[in-house]
């Protein structure tokens, strides 16, 4: 069965300061890899897939199938990046699409 | 457009109680997913609708659980018997406008519905 940690419950930075937040998977067969967002009182919304190799908010993401890894990046954080972070996959292939979702990483971007 | 509405937002019941969770998907959306969110949890997938068709059930905690989509729009899940481990967010979502392929389309989260069985 896949599965999807993110080792880090809490992660604080200051604003102006470099962010990762860590994602590993386990699955036998080519997985595709998202990552959701929930800001403050906000419904859970996607922030980037890996298929789309795009930068959203200036976050980017790469997939790393060697290390099974998918970490999530951002060179220069902002207060108003603060919020709930979702690592989550999806078996590559399937005919829909249920995802397997990490524990969440809280992120607190401090001024 | 609306998004994915959930009815109610919160739910307290009695241990034993029956509850009837409500979700309104994006109209036009082929695909409806029911995931559960225990505190400190990633959501956790329950089962999914491909229209009315309920093609995998398999996350569904006991027989208890129940969902249905009759008309393929509207779904309700339902919690018979409730018990405190069943506390938890309650999550819908839906994707894939109708004549588009399946996978392809992100999901479309609503609010939740925070249920406390006490």
């Known amino acids: 069965a896949q599965r999807v940690t993110q080792p880090e419950k809490l992660l604080s930075v200051f604003k102006g300061a470099p962010v990762e937040l860590k994602c590993n998977y386990s699955y036998s067969g080519s997985p595709e890899l998202f990552w959701y967002v929930q800001y403050s009182r906000q419904r859970l919304q996607l922030l980037l897939r890996h298929i789309s190799r795009e930068s959203i908010k200036g976050f980017t993401a790469d997939l790393n199938k060697g290390e099974t890894s998918f970490h999530l990046k951002k060179p220069f954080a902002q207060e108003e990046d603060s919020a709930m972070y979702y690592c989550a996959l999806r078996k590559g292939g399937t005919s829909y699409g249920k995802l397997t979702f990490g524990q969440g990483t809280i992120l607190t971007v401090h001024p | 457009g609306a998004g994915v509405s959930q009815s109610p937002r919160y739910k307290v019941a009695k241990r034993g109680q029956d509850v009837a969770l409500r979700c309104d998907p994006i109209s036009g959306h082929v695909s409806l997913f029911w995931y559960q969110q225990a505190l400190g949890q990633g959501p956790e997938f329950l089962t999914y609708f491909q229209n009315e068709a309920q093609l995998d059930k398999s996350g569904l905690p006991s027989d208890r659980f129940f969902a249905e989509r009759p008309e393929g729009s509207v779904s309700t899940l339902k919690i018979q018997r409730t018990q405190q481990e069943d506390s938890a967010v309650y999550l819908c979502?839906?994707?894939?406008?109708?004549?588009?392929?399946?996978?392809?389309?992100?999901?479309?989260f609503g609010p939740g519905t925070r249920l406390t069985v006490t």
């Open positions: 979502a839906s994707s894939s406008p109708r004549g588009t392929s399946l996978s392809s389309y992100e999901q479309y």
